[in-house]
């Protein structure tokens, strides 16, 4: 089955400083799809990214980048000069197909607090 | 289209009621889904519609669960005879094609709480 760690739990800044998030995931499948989402406090998931097996290419956009590793099965993100409203759970997701039918696996999430 | 719409919001009810949610898609989103993610957790598939009919059931949903989505519109999803165990947050997400080529549309959820 589909695995997905996120290692920290909750991480706390400062206005600007740099954070990265840390995602491992566990797959046998060849072809798979990497997501992150954000989830602000008014609780709707937001899709930042979405990344498949075989473009291992780094993505940046704007202040966000991330590092799609398949070597050490690792999917980080990075947010640069953060800012209050960057304060959320953000959650890594691996896709999972079983059955003809296809859905996400959810890691626990890591809390972001950015402070002023 | 302003996205995928939850209702209600909140919902807090006692012990034994039964409750349902509805969830209306993005219109045109074949596929729709729904998750429960409760305190401190990710989301947790519960089920997975593609039009009408439903494809999948996770364990999580017991037979105290039920899911519909009649001519693949809109999706209720009832829980009967509630537990305090069912207190969590309730998210309905649609998309309008396979993973490949889409991620999920989410809405803002239904929080249930059994009291």
């Known amino acids: 089955a589909q695995k997905v760690t996120q290692a920290q739990t909750e991480i706390s800044v400062v206005e600007k400083e740099d954070v990265t998030l840390d995602c491992v995931y566990e797959t046998r499948d060849t072809t798979y799809y990497l997501f992150w989402y954000k989830q602000p406090p008014s609780g709707e998931l937001v899709f930042l990214i979405r990344?498949?097996?075989?473009?291992?290419q780094n993505e940046i956009s704007g202040r966000y980048s991330w590092n799609f590793q398949k070597s050490t099965s690792s999917f980080n993100f990075t947010i640069t000069a953060s800012q209050v409203v960057d304060s959320a759970v953000y959650f890594c997701a691996l896709s999972e197909f079983e059955g003809g039918s296809e859905k996400l696996v959810f890691g626990k999430g890591m809390k972001l607090t950015v402070n002023p | 289209d302003t996205g995928v719409s939850q209702d209600p919001r909140h919902k807090i009810t006692k012990r034994g009621q039964n409750v349902t949610f509805r969830c209306d898609p993005i219109?045109?989103?074949?596929?729709l889904y729904w998750y429960r993610q409760t305190l401190g957790q990710g989301p947790e598939f519960l089920t997975y519609?593609?039009?009408?009919?439903?494809?999948?059931k996770s364990r999580l949903l017991s037979d105290r669960f039920s899911a519909e989505r009649p001519k693949g519109s809109f999706s209720t999803l009832e829980i009967q005879r509630t537990e305090q165990g069912d207190s969590a947050m309730y998210l309905c997400a649609s998309s309008p094609g396979q993973l490949a080529n889409y991620g999920y549309t989410f809405g803002s959820g239904t929080r249930l709480t059994v009291v």
């Open positions: 219109s045109e989103h074949n596929r």
């Open positions: 990344r498949n097996s075989f473009d291992e």
């Open positions: 519609f593609q039009n009408e009919a439903q494809l999948e």
